[in-house]
């Protein structure tokens, strides 16, 4: 029997379906973590795999986060699958084992621990040396504990407890436990890149969870200095240090951001555990498998001298009966949720605990309506005119910027400042055009308040204007073309100026050069600051390698360099 866990980092990723990745690893049972995928977003190529039946658990409080998926080949059929850990999920009668005791939780807090999705169990029965047994594989994604966000902390210690104690419960003498997966947590210096950079390395509480759930030493590496105090008495193995006890380097998750893969400066947080009788009877050995990529995780396998026994039908849980994928014709209804069930919903998801989904992520998703994510604005009705909505803009422009009455003087009268009436001698001629056009003054006054808002007019106005300028005396109306034109030429002058070369490179200016590290002469990669903070958005420059160990001379070198504003 062959058993693989590998955090895939998204199972739509893979575009030409999933099965042949499961067929490249040749095993009985595959169980992948960080699926992203909602009961929504499932499509029947990832859902139904030809040869294999699979089982997912999805998150209820968010798309496209956390998930996991057990696909097992159909010689290997489970006679049972749950989702979740807490048993609150499963439908009566379909609960794997026992659930243990959960006396230390409340029921908000369990449906919040199984409320993202990480977490599917099945069940196998195979013909051990003393008759049938049963074999377990709780399939899991621990959280991450947030540096930013002390309840996601203890959030993920209380998974680990509640995790801890349905392993457990689920023990006996003809039934092993596996727990394979993403435990989130690097358990030993040997299995971190650098833990000298870690501040109280073995005092994390999660390493120290780690050291009452499995069997071995709780302090020193070198079993020769151990006493029996040291000796922790977990009821499960690390599989994978039982057969590589001292092997160094033997990561399975690098920073896919920083490159770090390639000087092999990761972490080892994926896990198969095993409980102690089933290592020393069954186990052959444990093995990562870093050459596989498509992920910022790599895939661990076991392989066991057991086989496993098919069950003759496939567990209720099995994708192969979800409506969307049985064939069978669905109801309206089912797409259909009562207003009033929404709000009860949504009542219900109020309050979360410490260490759950923020509430707002909770209600986006089980009530949108309710959560106010449809806030769009609607457009003018279709039944209302059009001059409507034109004038409603209008009469806002008018009162933002006020408009005062024209006259028709302003097109042909020069200014005072370039000639004095009194020297031109002109008074009584300029009375007469003035007196033989007031019988139009008042329709002229109309078109000229007009020619902001009709075009047209303005072209009427200007014909008249062009009229009356040709009793104006030349010396004037000469004086007034002259200061409009060196107006005009001021004006280009001064725009040239403006929209010169040096404007349009301030504006349209590239990225800066970037400097050359000191340690490899080599050009710099530019990075953008993403966490929130007074630095964030600023950009600096580092060094374009791989991170890396201090002490490797082909990773990343210490040189770092603000971007100076306005460059």
């Not at 993403?530 to 160990?549: D, E, I, L, T, W």
Request: hydrophobic fraction near 30%; charged fraction near 25%.
């Amino acid at each position: 029997m062959r058993v693989v866990t590998w955090n895939i980092n998204g199972i739509r990723a893979f575009k030409n379906g999933i099965k042949k990745v499961l067929d490249s690893f040749d095993a009985d049972i595959i169980c992948v973590q960080e699926t992203k995928v909602t009961r929504e977003l499932l499509d029947e190529r990832t859902a139904i795999v030809d040869g294999y039946n699979s089982y997912f658990g999805f998150s209820r409080g968010r798309s496209g986060y956390s998930g996991v998926a057990t696909f097992c080949k159909d010689t290997a059929t489970p006679c049972a699958a749950e989702e979740g850990l807490t048993g609150l999920l499963a439908n009566h009668g379909e609960a794997v084992g026992r659930c243990g005791d959960q006396s230390a939780f409340s029921n908000e807090e369990l449906q919040s621990l199984d409320g993202e999705g990480r977490a599917v169990i099945t069940q196998h029965k195979f013909r051990g040396a003393e008759g049938a047994e049963t074999l377990t594989v709780i399939n899991v994604y621990c959280p991450r504990a947030d540096p930013e966000k002390p309840e996601r902390k203890l959030f993920k210690l209380r998974f680990y407890k509640l995790l801890q104690s349905r392993a457990e419960a689920l023990l006996g003498p003809q039934s092993h436990v596996i727990v394979l997966g993403d435990i989130n947590t690097s358990h030993r210096p040997i299995d971190h890149c650098d833990p000298n950079d870690v501040d109280n390395f073995e005092d994390n509480p999660s390493r120290r969870w780690l050291d009452g759930f499995l069997f071995g030493s709780m302090v020193n590496e070198n079993a020769d200095d151990m006493d029996d105090s040291e000796i922790s008495g977990g009821k499960f193995v690390d599989t994978f240090r039982h057969f590589h006890s001292t092997r160094p380097n033997a990561f399975t998750c690098w920073s896919a951001r920083t490159g770090a893969r390639q000087t092999n400066y990761g972490t080892r947080i994926d896990y198969i555990f095993a409980s102690r009788a089933l290592v020393s009877t069954s186990f052959l050995n444990v093995e990562i498998m870093p050459e596989v990529d498509g992920s910022d995780h790599c895939p661990v396998w076991a392989q066991l001298s057991c086989t496993l026994t098919p069950s003759p039908r496939c567990p209720a849980l099995c994708t192969r009966y979800m409506p969307e994928f049985a064939g069978r014709q669905q109801k309206l209804s089912r797409f259909l949720v009562k207003v009033s069930e929404q709000r009860e919903v949504s009542k219900d998801t109020e309050g979360p605990l410490p260490g759950s989904q923020e509430a707002g992520e909770i209600s986006e998703n089980l009530s949108p309506l309710v959560a106010g994510i449809n806030t769009a604005k609607k457009r003018p009705s279709d039944g209302l005119p059009e001059s409507s909505v034109f004038k409603g803009k209008r009469s806002k422009h008018v009162k933002t910027v006020p408009k005062t009455q024209g006259s028709l003087l302003a097109f042909f009268k020069p200014k005072q400042s370039s000639v004095d009436p009194e020297e031109s001698g002109l008074d009584s001629e300029r009375s007469g055009p003035e007196i033989s056009h007031k019988g139009t003054q008042n329709d002229v006054n109309d078109c000229n308040a007009m020619h902001s808002m009709q075009p047209e007019w303005h072209t009427k106005v200007k014909e008249e204007t062009n009229n009356c300028r040709v009793t104006e005396p030349k010396a004037e109306g000469s004086c007034q073309d002259q200061s409009q034109s060196n107006a005009t030429v001021y004006q280009e002058s001064r725009d040239k100026k403006v929209m010169g070369p040096d404007f349009w490179k301030a504006v349209l200016h590239g990225p800066p050069q970037p400097p050359l590290c000191k340690a490899h002469g080599e050009p710099c990669v530019l990075r953008t600051v993403k966490k929130a903070g007074h630095n964030s958005g600023r950009q600096f420059f580092v060094c374009a390698r791989p991170q890396g160990h201090a002490s490797n001379p082909q990773a990343r070198c210490n040189f770092f360099a603000w971007v100076e504003k306005g460059k």
